[in-house]
Nanobody, 124 residues
């Protein structure tokens, strides 16, 4: 069992930045792929970014490529999502998730454990 707790969400103006954190407990995540996903009101949960266990391989949704950066600090059992140049359409609840294998994917269903989420609201 692994518990994930997201933090760092909030209200930001369009063009601004936020940094989300995901702290894991119950199991070390250094052997596992991690991902960020999001769900906007009235929409299905969608993939945002993923990172392999060592951090050398990352994946991004086309909608965030070049603006968001996923990273991890295995010593701290934490994963981050740096979000720059935020847009109105980035408004969503952002979830951290873990896949209990080393290889990251872009499929939300591949990630078996999810956090409770943190709200990100981008205003004009």
């Amino acid at each position: 069992q692994v518990q994930l707790v997201e933090s760092g969400g909030g209200l930001v103006q369009a063009g601004g930045s936020l940094r989300l954190s995901c702290a894991a407990s119950g199991r070390t995540i250094s052997n596992y792929a991690m991902a960020w996903l999001r769900q906007a009101p009235g929409k299905e949960r969608e993939f945002v970014a993923a990172i392999s266990r060592s951090g050398d391989i990352t994946y991004y949704a086309d909608s965030v490529k070049g603006r968001f950066t996923i990273s991890r600090d295995n010593a701290k059992n934490t994963v981050y999502l740096q979000m720059n140049s935020l847009k109105l359409e980035d408004t969503a609840v952002y979830y951290c998730a873990v896949r209990l294998t080393f290889r990251a994917t872009m499929r939300p269903d591949d990630y078996g454990y999810w956090g409770q989420g943190t709200q990100v609201t981008v205003s004009s």
